[in-house]
DNA sequence: CCTTTACCCAACTAAAAGAGTCGAAATAAT
DNA sequence: ATTATTTCGACTCTTTTAGTTGGGTAAAGG
């Protein structure tokens, strides 16, 4: 498990915005109150709006507000939304020989490893996370 | 889920030599019959012999072999030997501030995860592997 | 001895990904 | 118009990954 600080960055500002609700935060209120880099958090919360997790609204009242309630928001959504893809082997396949074999076995193995941890993050909600209901 | 070259050319060599048991393979042999870069090949193993993992033996009939039964060594022991580090959050956390609780919420997260994975890679041996016996 | 075979190790390079910054443009009240 | 804020793409800096290179060690077998 590697975490990225924009996976990182992404969960603490949803998290802020969970605890505002209903009210909306603007993208310098989110930076200043939970340190977290301006122009970074800008970029992250722009994936976020594309991802529809998050909308925002200009004058009156400006900021961020989450899109839909936060039980209905899973870690799981915010981690595709931010990094994309859900896994990736860096090495390529070979094409032939008897490692063939090997590779399938391999893929097997990296799927049930990414099916454990996302029965994980995706059964956890902003919400779980905002009121401390968290997993075993 | 992030699977580096280094883990991946690992089990590869690794399951050649469940395989092969007991007869040793060089390095030379591995490279070949597995595709896998024989210079970058070596440090792995090297790696591997450090982690007890692996011995090699010299002439006659030189090359390496697993230090103890497929059966005895999980793809977790694999993946701590080669990349080290079990897990780590990039961002630095917060000194002060109402990020504080959010960030010790997020490490529950991430520990929670990483006990899923936990689960998978290391109930998983080399002989379940080569055998083809996989989790769910 | 001395060549051959194979391993050992530290330093190096190249390319990618990650973490952020910068600046200019768009938006929409007042 | 002005002000506050978001939006977008391009840019920089650093770290990590994926390898290579080159020099050295060990131990047969001729």
Same mark, same amino acid.
């Given at each position: 498990?590697?975490?990225? $600080?924009?996976?990182?960055?992404? @969960?603490? *500002?949803? &998290?802020?915005?969970?605890?505002?609700?209903?009210?909306? #935060?603007?993208?310098?209120?989110?930076?200043?109150?939970? $340190?977290?880099?301006?122009?970074? @958090?800008? *970029?992250? &919360?722009?994936?976020?709006?594309?991802?529809?997790?998050? #909308?925002?609204?200009?004058?009156?009242?400006?900021g961020y507000r989450l899109s839909r309630p936060a039980a209905t928001i899973t870690v799981g959504q915010v981690l595709r939304a931010i990094d994309g893809k859900p896994a990736g082997r860096r090495a390529d396949p070979p094409t032939s020989g008897p490692a063939q074999d090997v590779v399938r076995t391999l893929d097997l193995l990296w799927e049930a490893a990414d099916t454990a941890l996302l029965s994980v993050i995706d059964s956890v909600t902003l919400a779980d996370l905002r009121d401390?209901?968290?997993?075993t």
């Open positions: 498990m590697q975490i990225t $600080a924009r996976v990182e960055y992404a @969960l603490r *500002a949803l &998290l802020a915005l969970a605890s505002a609700e209903p009210a909306p #935060l603007t993208a310098a209120a989110l930076s200043e109150s939970h $340190a977290l880099p301006l122009t970074f @958090l800008q *970029a992250i &919360l722009g994936d976020l709006r594309r991802a529809d997790l998050v #909308l925002n609204q200009r004058l009156p009242d400006p401390g209901h968290l997993p």
